[in-house]
């Protein structure tokens, strides 16, 4: 399935349902048929399979999340929701579903979905703080939110991540102008003005 997976994303949407024809039974070509699919502007064929996917497999995260993604990426978000909803109650741990779900939330943006949001994208960082993604729609949601300071110290570890040591160093003076001294937030500014500058000043000799 992974390399069915792959095949589906890199390769022409020509190339794949060649490789995995339409007489092919298996999941994985079924999988990999799906994604050729939808890359091809072909969604209901691309829906009608992961439909019969999820009826053989109802409980596979990846399943739901491909659904979602087909979905999403065809500007379906009311749709697309429920998928990200049962991929992330199937398999809570992984971070990249809970930025999956946190993404149409935002996009959706409504005040329980930001909520909502910021919970998904705060605990995909636990798992995983190097996802220069999860900073950036954490900035969107926070700054919707009205959380100005916290918007701003997710932006700066977005640049951090990025090596944009200069945008970097601007959103954590920004984000420490906003919080309180010495709270949690403005403590990580302070981390990232000077992670930042250092980074800048190596990169200037």
């Given at each position: 399935r992974m390399v069915a997976k792959l095949k589906g994303f890199i390769n022409p949407p020509s190339r794949t349902l060649r490789d995995y024809p339409a007489g092919d039974p298996a999941i994985s070509a079924r999988y990999a048929r799906a994604m050729a699919f939808h890359r091809d502007a072909r969604m209901d064929e691309a829906i009608k399979l992961i439909?019969?996917?999820?009826?053989?497999?109802p409980d596979d995260p990846y399943f739901h999340e491909l659904k979602g993604q087909i979905m999403f990426e065809n500007g379906r978000l009311k749709d697309a929701l429920p998928s990200y909803e049962r991929a992330v109650a199937l398999r809570p741990q992984q971070p990249l579903l809970r930025v999956a779900l946190a993404h149409v939330q935002i996009e959706l943006n409504s005040p329980e979905l930001i909520k909502a949001a910021i919970n998904h994208l705060e605990q995909a960082l636990r798992y995983d703080r190097f996802m220069p993604l999860s900073w950036q729609l954490a900035a969107t949601a926070y700054g919707r939110n009205?959380?100005?300071?916290?918007?701003?110290?997710?932006?700066?570890?977005h640049h951090l991540l990025l090596g944009r040591f200069q945008d970097a160093r601007g959103q954590a003076r920004r984000a420490m102008r906003a919080l309180p001294e010495n709270s949690p937030g403005w403590l990580r500014g302070q981390d990232i003005e000077?992670?930042?500058?250092r980074s800048h000043e190596r990169e200037a000799r």
């Open positions: 439909d019969g996917l999820l009826i053989q497999a009205g959380q100005r300071g916290l918007s701003a110290v997710a932006l700066a570890e000077a992670a930042a500058s």
